[in-house]
């Protein structure tokens, strides 16, 4: 399965040099959730398109969704950026509306194959939003260390 570790970092340097410690962000250095099966891409626009009530194509064609930063040529790991718009919209969120997105999350077919459901995205949504919301208090930015 893939590993996702979602960290928060001052810029994109910041956050490509993450590849220079041993697996992934050192939580020593940085904030950071780890969520097994949640891509930075798909999994990630889609969490978008659900808290901002647009259509996945909207979300996945934002700026920052997914973009690789770090070199294509890696053979373990990857850094890739958060769009700001579902890290405001996760920082935003009430307790009731992540519970509320928790359900269409956890049953979109990327979530269904990693075996989530609406209580263990529950759980996901409520550390991603803290991790969003600490981002913005500092002016930092999320991105994903994806291993594979």
Known sequence: MVMCEYFSASDDDAAIGVLDQFDGPNTSHFDVVALKGVDPVVVMAQLEAILTNCTYDEASQRPRVGQLLSSPDSESAFIMSVSDT????LASATPDALVEAAGPWSETDELQASGADAESSVEALVLLSALAGRA????HRLYCWWAV
Do not use: M
């Not at 913005?136 to 002016?139: D, I, L």
């Open 136 to 139: 913005r208090s500092t002016g």
């Open 86 to 89: 579902v890290q405001e919209a």
